[in-house]
């Protein structure tokens, strides 16, 4: 009996790291797609234009992993994603490119906005998603 129990704790703490590095990986990933985007459109269109550039193409980026990559059981673990994917692109943003390129001027309303989606955006196709499964 504790044998099946322990391999039940153990099964249920290796779900929330495989969900854990998920969440993190599909962060960092989309976080690489916008950054990568815009040193494409820097070579395309005014350097204070690239965020609205950017931006469409990133939310349905991001919207497509929501729902075709991201599964949660409940409204708070989209939540945590929504927090840890902001918290990721506040962090790699500040190292990569206001440390980067020396950037100071990189916090614009575009910026906010995108922080502001990485946040909230899991939480509302999360609650879309749990609304249609039942």
């Given amino acids: ?13 290796k779900d929330k790291k495989a969900l854990f590095l998920n969440t993190l990986l599909w962060g960092f990933l989309l976080w690489l797609f916008g950054y990568i ?3 494409v459109f820097f070579m395309l269109v005014p350097a204070e234009a690239i965020g609205y550039y950017v931006l469409p193409i990133g939310v349905i980026a991001t919207i497509w992993v929501l729902l075709e990559k991201i599964e949660r059981e409940s409204f708070t673990c ?7 994917w902001a918290i990721i692109a506040v962090l790699l943003d500040y190292v990569f490119i206001v ?3 020396q ?9 906010y906005l995108y922080y502001l989606l990485a946040l909230f955006l899991p939480a509302a196709v999360g609650t879309y998603k749990l609304k249609k499964a039942k």
């Avoid at 009996?1 to 703490?13: D, G, I, N, T, Y």
């Avoid at 989209?78 to 840890?84: D, E, K, N, R, S």
């Fill in 37 to 39: 985007l815009g040193i």
């Fill in 1 to 13: 009996m504790k044998e099946e129990a322990s391999m039940a704790l153990s099964a249920v703490s």
């Fill in 99 to 101: 440390l980067l390129f």
């Fill in 78 to 84: 989209y939540a945590m994603v929504g927090v840890f």
């Fill in 103 to 111: 950037s100071a001027s990189y916090y614009k309303p575009d910026v």
